[in-house]
């Protein structure tokens, strides 16, 4: 059977989503708690979209939800996709290309990742400022998609007005954020510990196996980006424990609700802020 064409994609995301997106969500492992709190919900398996790939990962629930969150109409992946499932990088990135379609000027994405900074413990929360591609690859090789930039500018890959937004709501609701910079390494397995060393010698304060190819796509689309990191465990050779996918999904469960509440505070300003931007 051939494959869906991008359009088909499109027109059924349409008629599945109630209302045209400001924000797309993208949540990662142990975190898809925080779409409980969209109303109106409309949510539909990824294996019923045409062209969707489906998420393998425990911890993520594979689903779309669209609907209203505090008053904005957004549209929220619980669970997303990985290179280590074996997907390629344009098939990891397509949900972010199609969702992008609707229209929405916000992404805010949201990951779990292990803490390389020194001092930085499970259950913290960081803003990525900018991120180390060291998965080699990139979901903008080929030809060049409709509506994209063939060379787009990656100075402000997560924009700095959204990171100053969501340190005021932190600020407001007394939720403690660090700042850094996010490694994503391609996985499945969890770094070394003179990997981890290296990591720390090229400037990251966190490292994931996500992120990465959907901030590239949302850039080459004109998407303004805030990403956030919850730090589920000390990278290998920091702690004294052997690392595990349990442990990730459990403190992204304890952490729930101080993310959805920051996601929540964050996500109103930050629709005005490309509104505003776009009426200049």
Same mark, same amino acid.
């Given at each position: 059977?051939?494959?869906?064409?991008?359009?088909?994609?499109?027109?059924? /995301?349409?008629?599945?989503?109630?209302?045209?997106?400001?924000?797309? /969500?993208?949540?990662?492992?142990?975190?898809?708690?925080?779409?409980?709190?969209?109303?109106?919900?409309?949510?539909?398996?990824?294996?019923?979209?045409?062209?969707?790939?489906?998420?393998?990962?425990?911890?993520?629930?594979?689903?779309?939800?669209?609907?209203?969150?505090?008053?904005?109409?957004?549209?929220?992946?619980?669970?997303?996709?990985?290179?280590?499932?074996?997907?390629?990088?344009?098939?990891?990135?397509?949900?972010?290309?199609?969702?992008?379609?609707?229209?929405?000027?916000?992404?805010?994405?949201?990951?779990?990742?292990?803490?390389?900074?020194?001092?930085?413990?499970?259950?913290?929360?960081?803003?990525?400022?900018?991120?180390?591609? /060291?998965?080699?690859?990139?979901?903008?090789?080929?030809?060049?998609?409709?509506?994209?930039?063939?060379?787009?500018?990656?100075?402000?890959?997560?924009?700095?007005?959204?990171?100053?937004?969501?340190?005021?709501?932190?600020?407001?609701?007394?939720?403690?954020?660090?700042?850094?910079?996010?490694?994503?390494?391609?996985?499945?397995?969890?770094?070394?510990?003179?990997?981890?060393?290296?990591?720390?010698?090229?400037?990251?304060?966190?490292?994931?196996?996500?992120?990465?190819?959907?901030?590239?796509?949302?850039?080459?689309?004109?998407?303004?980006?805030?990403?956030?990191?919850?730090?589920?465990?000390?990278?290998?050779?920091?702690?004294?424990?052997?690392?595990?996918?349990?442990?990730?999904?459990?403190?992204?469960?304890?952490?729930?609700?101080?993310?959805?509440?920051?996601?929540?505070?964050?996500?109103?300003?930050?629709?005005?802020?490309?509104?505003?931007?776009?009426?200049?």
């Amino acid at each position: 059977m051939a494959a869906p064409e991008f359009s088909d994609t499109v027109s059924f /995301l349409r008629e599945r989503v109630p209302h045209a997106p400001q924000a797309i /969500l993208v949540v990662g492992s142990g975190l898809g708690g925080i779409v409980e709190e969209i109303g109106d919900a409309v949510r539909t398996p990824y294996a019923d979209i045409p062209g969707f790939p489906r998420s393998t990962v425990v911890g993520h629930a594979g689903e779309l939800v669209a609907g209203r969150w505090a008053g904005v109409n957004v549209v929220a992946m619980a669970g997303r996709f990985h290179l280590y499932e074996g997907w390629t990088p344009r098939e990891v990135a397509y949900p972010i290309r199609t969702l992008a379609a609707l229209g929405p000027g916000s992404l805010i994405l949201t990951n779990a990742a292990g803490g390389v900074r020194p001092g930085m413990q499970p259950g913290d929360l960081m803003l990525i400022a900018d991120h180390l591609n /060291l998965m080699w690859k990139n979901p903008l090789i080929g030809a060049v998609e409709e509506g994209e930039e063939r060379f787009p500018d990656m100075s402000d890959p997560y924009d700095a007005e959204f990171r100053r937004v969501a340190e005021e709501v932190a600020l407001e609701q007394r939720i403690p954020v660090e700042q850094g910079v996010y490694a994503a390494l391609l996985g499945p397995s969890y770094e070394t510990p003179a990997e981890i060393r290296m990591l720390a010698r090229l400037g990251a304060d966190a490292v994931g196996m996500s992120t990465v190819p959907e901030v590239l796509v949302a850039r080459a689309r004109g998407i303004r980006v805030l990403g956030i990191s919850c730090i589920t465990n000390l990278a290998a050779g920091l702690g004294s424990t052997p690392l595990s996918h349990a442990e990730v999904v459990e403190v992204g469960a304890r952490v729930r609700d101080r993310l959805a509440a920051l996601v929540k505070g964050s996500l109103p300003r930050l629709v005005a802020t490309v509104s505003e931007e776009a009426r200049r």
